[in-house]
Structure formats: structure tokens, C-alpha cells
């Protein structure tokens, strides 16, 4: 079983705004790096944003500057914060490990579009 659970997804125009929700275990969230990754209709699963265990960031340069990813440990959840959406940021989003080192949640669903 995935430990993981993303939500937050939704239907939204572009320019608008979305925040995704990963839940996870405390010892995976506190202690390892981790990650948002998308895949869009016909294409590979791609990265889209990390973070490591001390709260270094990287994105993928076409949401830099438009996307933030944050822990809060107290509630063991790793966000993505999503601002001026794009269409081209249609996708299932998914949280992981960078590695990938764990089995794959459900995904949640973003959808960008007039």
C-alpha cells in the first residue's frame, strides 16, 4: 500500500490557483527528501518540485516562480502550492520520494482550463 494520500486537485481557469495536499508518515516526511511529480495525458510522469530533509528546494523551470512546496510536520503533509496555472500544467499530480522509492498513491487530478 502507497504511503501516500494526495488531494486538493480540481478544475480551475488559468491564472487561478490550486493547493495540493500529500499526507504521509511521519519517519518518511521528517527524515527524507521528497517530491512532486506530475504526469499529463500522453506523456512520461515528469518532476516537478523537491524538497530535502532540510527544506532545500529545487523546481523544474517551467513552474519556477509559480509553484512552492512546503512541509508542515506537525501534520505530516507535504504541500504544493500552485499559483497562475497554466494549461499546460494539466496533470495527475503525485507526491514520492525523489528516488521514487515507494509505491505510487492514487494521484490527484489538476485540470487548467477556459
Known amino acids: 500500500q502507497a504511503p501516500f494520500v494526495e488531494s486538493g486537485g480540481g478544475l480551475v481557469q488559468p491564472g487561478e490557483s490550486l493547493r495540493l495536499s500529500c499526507a504521509s508518515s511521519?519517519?518518511?516526511?521528517?527524515?527524507?527528501?521528497m517530491a512532486w511529480f506530475r504526469r499529463a495525458p500522453g506523456k512520461q510522469r515528469e518532476l516537478v518540485a523537491r524538497?530535502?530533509?532540510?527544506?532545500?528546494?529545487f523546481y523544474k523551470d517551467s513552474v519556477k516562480d509559480r509553484f512552492t512546496i512546503s512541509k508542515v510536520y506537525a501534520n505530516n503533509t507535504l504541500f504544493l502550492q500552485m499559483n497562475s496555472l497554466r494549461p499546460e500544467d494539466t496533470a495527475t499530480y503525485y507526491c514520492?520520494?525523489?528516488?521514487?522509492?515507494?509505491?505510487w498513491g492514487q494521484g490527484t487530478q489538476v485540470t487548467v482550463s477556459s
Open positions: 514520492n520520494t525523489p528516488t521514487e522509492g515507494y509505491d
Open positions: 511521519p519517519t518518511i516526511l521528517a527524515n527524507l527528501p
Open positions: 524538497i530535502s530533509h532540510i527544506g532545500d528546494t
